[in-house]
C-alpha cells in the first residue's frame, strides 16, 4: 500500500523458475507491495511450484510471448481496481528495493520509467554490455528528439510504474505480444501526451540465461524493430483516435468562513478596549512630564 493506494506488481515469467521464489519474496519484504502477480506464460515445469507459498497470485496467459504475458497482467489488475500497476521481471536483474523509488516519483507524475544505462546502478555481471547499453539509449534519444519529450536513456526496461488510469486509457492501443512490447509501450504514453519522468533503477545479473538479449543476433533484430516502430509513430503510420490524458485538477480551495455577527462584536469591543488603554498609558505620561517640568527649580 501507499498513500492509501494498493500496489500490484506484475511477473510474467516463462524461463524464471530459478530465480522467481527469491524475486517474489523480495518484493514483498518491502512492504510495499499489496500483492505479486506471476502471469505464467507456459513456464518451464516446476515454475508453478516455485510460485506456490509465496503469497503470491497465479494467472495464466497460453498466448506465448512478452507483450503477451504483461497485457494479461494488466488486464488482471485494472478489473481488480489495483491503483498503481509496477511492471518488473522475476530473472533476480531488478531490485525490490527500486519499488519505494517508483513509488514516490508517483506522487508528480501517472507513469515512471526505470533506466538500466545508468553506470552506477549496473551490477558486475549484468547484460548491460556496449551494444545493449548505448543500442537502447540511442533508441531513446531519438524518440526524445523526434518527439520533444522529457529526458529518455533506455528504450526497453521493463521496470515501469503506472497509474490505473493512465493504463485505461492506453489499453485498446496497445497491440504488440512480443519482445517489442516495451518500446510500445513507452511510445504510446508518449503520443497520449502522459507525463512521465524516467529514473535510474539497479539493473543486476540475470539467473539463467534471457531468450533475447542473450543473443546478440536476437537483440540487433529487436534493436531494429524499435527503431522501426518509433519512426512508425513519428510519420504516422501508427494513426489512431486517442483520448489525450487531461491532468487531474487540483483539489478546490475551501474558502475561509465569514466572521459570526458576535466574534464580529468581540473584536471590536477587544481593538476598543486596546485603544482606551493606549490612550489613558499616553495621557498618565504627559501628566507625569508636566509635573517635572513645573517642579524643575530655575537656572540663574
Known amino acids: 500500500m501507499w498513500r492509501g493506494k494498493k500496489v500490484a506488481v506484475v511477473f510474467p515469467t ?22 505479486v502477480i506471476v502471469v505464467n506464460n507456459n513456464a518451464a515445469p516446476g515454475t508453478s511450484d516455485e510460485v506456490a ?34 511492471l ?13 523509488k517508483l513509488l514516490a516519483y508517483s506522487d508528480d507524475v501517472p507513469v515512471v520509467f526505470g533506466t538500466r544505462t545508468s553506470r552506477e546502478f549496473i551490477w558486475a555481471g549484468a547484460n548491460m554490455g556496449w551494444f545493449l547499453r548505448w ?33 485505461q486509457l492506453i489499453r485498446p492501443h496497445l497491440t504488440i505480444g512480443g519482445s517489442h512490447f516495451g518500446p510500445q509501450l513507452l511510445m504510446e504514453v508518449v503520443a497520449h501526451k502522459i507525463p512521465f519522468v524516467e529514473i535510474p533503477v539497479n539493473y543486476r545479473q540475470r539467473i539463467g540465461e534471457s531468450s533475447v538479449t542473450g543473443d ?21 503510420f501508427v494513426a489512431r483516435d486517442r483520448t489525450m490524458w487531461t491532468p487531474v485538477p487540483p483539489p478546490p480551495q475551501v474558502p475561509a468562513l465569514p466572521l459570526q455577527t458576535d466574534e464580529l ?19 498618565t505620561t504627559s ?10 527649580p530655575l537656572l540663574r
Open 216 to 236: 546478440l543476433w536476437k537483440a540487433f533484430r529487436l534493436g531494429m524493430r524499435m527503431i522501426g516502430l518509433v519512426l512508425e509513430y513519428r510519420f504516422g
Open 88 to 100: 518488473s521481471e522475476p530473472d533476480g536483474t531488478f531490485s525490490g528495493h527500486d519499488l519505494l
Open 287 to 296: 501628566v507625569q512630564q508636566t509635573t517635572t517640568a513645573q517642579e524643575k
Open 53 to 86: 507459498g509465496t503469497g503470491a497470485r497465479e494467472i495464466f496467459e497460453n498466448k506465448q510471448g512478452y507483450g503477451h504475458a504483461l497485457l494479461r497482467g494488466i488486464d488482471d489488475c485494472t478489473a481488480n481496481g489495483v491503483d498503481l500497476i509496477v
Open 14 to 35: 516463462y524461463n524464471e523458475k530459478d530465480s522467481i521464489r527469491a524475486a517474489t519474496l523480495e518484493y514483498f519484504r518491502t512492504q510495499l507491495a499489496d500483492e
Open 265 to 283: 462584536l468581540a473584536l471590536a469591543k477587544s481593538l476598543e478596549a486596546s485603544t482606551q488603554e493606549t490612550t489613558s498609558v499616553q495621557e
Open 135 to 167: 543500442g537502447n539509449w540511442a533508441v531513446a534519444k531519438m524518440t526524445e528528439l523526434l518527439f520533444n519529450t522529457t529526458i529518455l536513456t533506455d528504450m526497453g526496461c521493463t521496470h515501469r510504474l503506472f497509474t490505473r488510469e493512465a493504463l
